[in-house]
Nanobody, 127 residues
């Protein structure tokens, strides 16, 4: 299982970016996908995740209504659409995968470990 994240960059406050996460060696359709981020000096935090079984999405409160996670099974790729970006969204963003489906009590926000990780992509939001 390999994951390759891309799409980061420098954007102004209020701008948008779309991150991509291409999977290889496994079928994205039977893995739950998560996006996480880590800012300098801070712990890694979950941003959003998607359960493979029912497509249900889960978001951190700080990004709800601004970020959207999705997947394209044909392209074996997951996405994180980020709109209305803020300086506090600046971080290295990582995609991760787990073969387990998610439930409201076991998500990337808590209760579920993601076993497979890609390298990060840097997002910088200028004020």
């Amino acid at each position: 299982v390999q994951l390759q994240a891309s799409g980061g960059g420098l954007v102004q406050t209020g701008g948008s970016l779309r991150l991509s996460c291409v999977g290889s060696g496994f079928r994205l359709g039977v893995y739950s996908i998560g996006w996480f981020r880590q800012a300098p000096g801070k712990e890694r935090e979950a941003v959003a995740c998607l359960s493979y079984r029912d497509g249900r999405r889960y978001y951190a409160g700080s990004v709800k209504e601004r970020f959207s996670i999705s997947r394209d099974k044909d392209k074996n790729t997951a996405y994180l659409q980020m709109d209305n970006l803020r300086p506090e969204d600046s971080a290295i963003y990582y995609c991760a995968a787990t073969p387990y489906y998610l439930t409201p009590s076991t998500t990337c926000l808590g209760g579920r470990t993601f076993e497979h990780w890609g390298q990060g992509t840097l997002v910088t939001v200028s004020s």
